[in-house]
């Protein structure tokens, strides 16, 4: 399963906290959108966490939001300070974005 981090940003030292975490926790579980045209899932959350649990050899466990114009990033609990774009606008640029495969 192929899976494009929407957010390009991370930062080194949250990501060896996820880590740690995620060991004693296990795999987490993310929001995903299947992008049908692209063959992979745009993750909608938790890029921290699955790089963390990509390089831990964790699968994660995907909860699939359908593709939408309706539903907006704030439902997803993006910062209130960024702006609010439609799930879609989101997904359509995930193939530009990292992309992990897991099993």
Not at 19 to 37: D, N, S
Not at 47 to 70: N, V
């Amino acid at each position: 399963m192929k899976i494009a981090l929407l957010h390009n940003h991370f930062n080194e030292d949250h990501l060896d906290e996820v880590k740690a975490q995620m060991l004693t926790l296990g795999a987490p579980t993310i929001h995903v959108v299947y992008m049908e045209c692209f063959d992979h899932y745009a993750a909608l959350e938790g890029c921290h966490r699955l790089r963390a649990a990509y390089d831990l050899g964790l699968d994660p466990k995907f909860i699939e939001i359908e593709y939408s114009d309706d539903m907006c990033s704030s439902v997803l609990g993006y910062d209130e300070n960024e702006e609010n774009y439609p799930i879609s606008e989101i997904c359509d640029e995930s193939y530009q974005k990292v992309i992990l495969e897991f099993d």
